[in-house]
């Protein structure tokens, strides 16, 4: 999501998802991807961890032609694992499309996790020495702080705006998908202190993203409602390269910001999208695009999120869609309530009839695109028998950008062509095989 810089939002989900990965070519790959529950300080977080330091990107880079296909139990989150060193050791990473350094969590015995990275095992890693250009703090595109540690290795720290961290070097390491497929050494943090025993997989279009580091065209997921009618955590479904489904999207194309344009509330390598409207219950609220698009400061920026559970909005917008929510639903708020510092549309009682008074919401955007959230996945239980609208206020967390969270891309295929520098979407139900 676009931070306030140098804001550093992280939301780390409440489910974890185990990859297995086959041959990245021109036929699809498939992975299985389980659900497990996070560390509990993290449940309550709701942010991705878009970072505020900016990374050129350059546009001549090849693309490689992975294809690849997972499985996954979603919950509030999608955690991949994934095959790293050599030979690979399985590593769980939150799949955020707001960050950009991917990072995974690396032994040190004896306070971390025995799932944690073992560098000894693995012949092709290799740290960052402080001479790299990257452990430079001069370096124009690269502000992630860093500095020489006592072995003159490169040291980055990473402090999020909930209060989680993490901290270690900067290293080359490859993803080794099997015997013959594997990626060249790609640059990760290896976290030795953190707060959480998951990394992260970035996939922004900043040029340190796995995705840009891999030279991945296309990526996308299926997120499956968060529960099914039996009660369990439905699967849906992720892909590394084309999407077979993609003949059915429809595409609307990123909005681009030259990386020139210092912009103190911008996230220039976010995945922007041009947001016209918001429609309820068939009723196109008067919201005037502008609030969608940056201002000269950046802040109204629109961006899509993997990484943010909830969506938020900013003033202007949120404030129409709570009046419009009070005028269908006054009655049923839970006055005085407010879930995450951020969320005040909650409910006492039924979703499924709460919905019904809501109506279907529809988030309009150019070239006749829309997510559509139906009346049923309208809110979210957060527990004690209280159900939330999914939106929340941007400038409660000290925010300014809307950001449509993946709350609202369930039964939705998300398509991102890094090449074509737009983003598909597709009607789907994601609980199943798609």
């Not at 804001?7 to 990965?21: C, G, N, P, Q, R």
């Not at 990374?55 to 095959?83: D, E, G, H, W």
């Not at 938020?312 to 708020?333: H, N, Q, T, W």
Request: with cysteine; aromatic share 10%.
């Amino acid at each position: 999501m676009a931070p306030s810089t140098p804001l550093l939002l992280f939301f780390l989900f409440a489910s974890l998802v185990s990859l297995s990965y086959t041959k990245p070519s021109n036929h699809s790959l498939s992975f299985s991807l389980t659900s497990l529950p996070l560390s509990s300080h993290s449940k309550n977080s709701l942010f991705s961890s878009s970072l505020a330091s900016q990374f050129k990107q350059n546009p001549n880079t090849k693309t490689s032609s992975y294809n690849y296909r997972s499985s996954f139990k979603y919950s509030m989150a999608l955690i991949v694992s994934l095959p790293i060193g050599t030979p690979p050791q399985t590593q769980q990473m939150v799949l955020d499309t707001g960050s950009q350094l991917s990072w995974i969590q690396c032994k040190v015995p004896p306070k971390t996790p025995p799932t944690a990275f073992d560098p000894l095992l693995s012949s092709s890693f290799s740290v960052l020495p402080c001479n790299h250009s990257l452990c430079k703090p001069r370096v124009p595109d690269y502000t992630l702080p860093t500095s020489c540690d006592q072995n003159r290795l490169c040291h980055y720290s990473y402090f999020y705006a909930d209060g989680t961290y993490a901290e270690g070097n900067l290293v080359r390491e490859k993803f080794t998908f099997s015997s013959s497929q594997t990626t060249p050494p790609l640059i990760l943090g290896c976290a030795t202190d953190s707060s959480d025993t998951q990394g992260i997989l970035g996939m922004n279009l900043g040029r340190l993203s796995f995705s840009s580091l891999a030279k991945i065209s296309k990526f996308s997921y299926c997120v499956p409602p968060r529960r099914s009618q039996s009660g369990s955590s439905p699967t849906g479904s992720f892909y590394l390269g084309p999407n077979p489904s993609s003949a059915g999207f429809k595409y609307v194309n990123l909005m681009t910001y030259r990386q020139s344009q210092r912009m103190p509330n911008l996230d220039p390598l976010a995945y922007t999208l041009p947001m016209l409207g918001i429609r309820i219950n068939g009723k196109k609220l008067n919201i005037s695009t502008s609030v969608f698009r940056a201002d000269p400061s950046g802040a109204g920026q629109t961006l899509i999120d993997s990484g943010t559970w909830f969506t938020f909005l900013v003033d202007e917008a949120y404030s129409k869609v709570k009046e419009e929510i009070v005028k269908l639903a006054g009655p049923k708020l839970k006055k005085g309530y407010v879930y995450g510092g951020s969320l005040d549309m909650c409910f006492d009682g039924d979703a499924m009839v709460i919905g019904r008074m809501i109506g279907n919401m529809v988030f309009e955007f150019e070239n006749g695109v829309e997510i559509v959230v139906e009346r049923e996945k309208m809110l979210a239980d957060v527990g004690g028998g209280v159900q939330c609208l999914g939106i929340g206020r941007s400038d409660l967390l000290g925010v300014a950008s809307n950001i449509i969270g993946n709350f609202h891309q369930q039964d939705l295929w998300v398509e991102f062509d890094l090449v074509g520098r737009r983003v598909g979407f597709g009607r789907a139900d994601c609980s199943r095989s798609v």
